[in-house]
């Protein structure tokens, strides 16, 4: 057998044994997380007003994320001459939050308790969900740590108060945001020509400290000048709607809005952000994935969370 493998142990291909994001290390006991980064899956999707789905999201970003899972050395990026996320980052897949159906609240609990775990571990949480309430408890669970600002890149501004007596559902989550004593400021991106939000909405978001710019106000600015509008020094939450992008290349989302963004245009942004601020926290939501039979959507949020990590720690290695 010698020449194919078998002598250093089993293969671990990416289409063999359990999807894990990344196929990294599981971790069932969440008392007993050693890592620099946990992934946390939310599949809650009883937030959403419409088409639902991205309850399986979390289940189809990890089943992505193994196409990318050759090995631990990192990857060469020849573009920057680095390598990013190498073996000396240590990643962990928590599995998935206790979610109770048609409980929004005691699935938020079950959310904001994985995430207050891997915080009290002082790892990076990464939660995949689900739809964009499950921002909700992820924010929450910060009350405890120093104050944040919210990063959001999506089409929609989610900035609804109350809505058929909702609260908590996927058009509320930056209302929510804005209210909390620990969060600084919002930044929204991607907001885009869709009828979810009232002018009122805009006028309250841009009164509780938002700063709002349209996929087209964004392109007229580079990406460095788009990380600068985040207040400096400031420890960044980054929240990402996959439905941010275009759907001619995310099509799996139940709320989808022509006009969006193209892959490297978020990709050099959150680049930035990660040289040039504390990314503190991620959640990257709405990954609907029966919507999608390519599974293209699914691929572009694992490889957008991995790269997106690379940034991270390769940034926080090169700063003094």
Not at 109 to 119: F, K, P, Y
Request: net charge negative.
């Amino acid at each position: 057998m010698s020449g194919h493998g078998y002598e250093t142990g089993r293969l671990n291909l990416p289409f063999v044994g359990i999807a894990t994001f990344g196929k990294r290390p599981y971790v069932e006991d969440w008392t007993q997380i050693d890592a620099d980064v946990a992934i946390l899956g939310a599949p809650f999707d009883a937030g959403t007003q419409y088409r639902s789905g991205a309850r399986f999201g979390p289940r189809a970003v990890r089943e992505a994320s193994t196409l990318f899972s050759f090995g631990h050395a990192g990857a060469y990026d020849h573009e920057d001459d680095a390598t990013y996320l190498p073996g000396s980052v240590r990643i962990v897949d928590m599995g998935d939050a206790d979610i109770i159906h048609t409980d929004t609240e005691g699935s938020h609990s079950g959310i904001e308790v994985g995430v207050r775990a891997a915080l009290k571990a002082g790892a990076l949480p990464v939660t995949i969900g689900g739809d964009h309430s499950v921002n909700i408890p992820c924010i929450r669970a910060f009350d405890d740590q120093p104050p944040i600002h919210v990063l959001q890149i999506d089409a929609h501004l989610d900035f609804v108060d109350e809505r058929h007596g909702v609260r908590h559902g996927h058009g509320n989550p930056m209302r929510r945001a804005a209210e909390q004593v620990h969060v600084t400021g919002l930044t929204q991106l991607g907001i885009r020509n869709v009828s979810s939000t009232a002018k009122e909405g805009y006028v309250d978001a841009r009164a509780m400290a938002s700063d709002i710019l349209s996929v087209r106000q964004c392109r007229a600015l580079s990406p460095e000048a788009l990380a600068a509008r985040l207040p400096q020094g400031a420890r960044v939450y980054v929240t990402i709607d996959i439905d941010a992008f275009c759907p001619s290349i995310a099509p799996g989302t139940g709320t989808p809005s022509h006009g969006g963004f193209l892959y490297y245009e978020v990709l050099e942004l959150l680049q930035q952000v990660a040289q040039r601020h504390d990314v503190v926290g991620i959640d990257l939501v709405e990954v609907a994935p029966d919507y999608d039979p390519t599974g293209s959507t699914a691929i572009l949020a694992a490889q957008l969370l991995l790269n997106f990590l690379g940034f991270i720690f390769h940034a926080r290695e090169q700063r003094p």
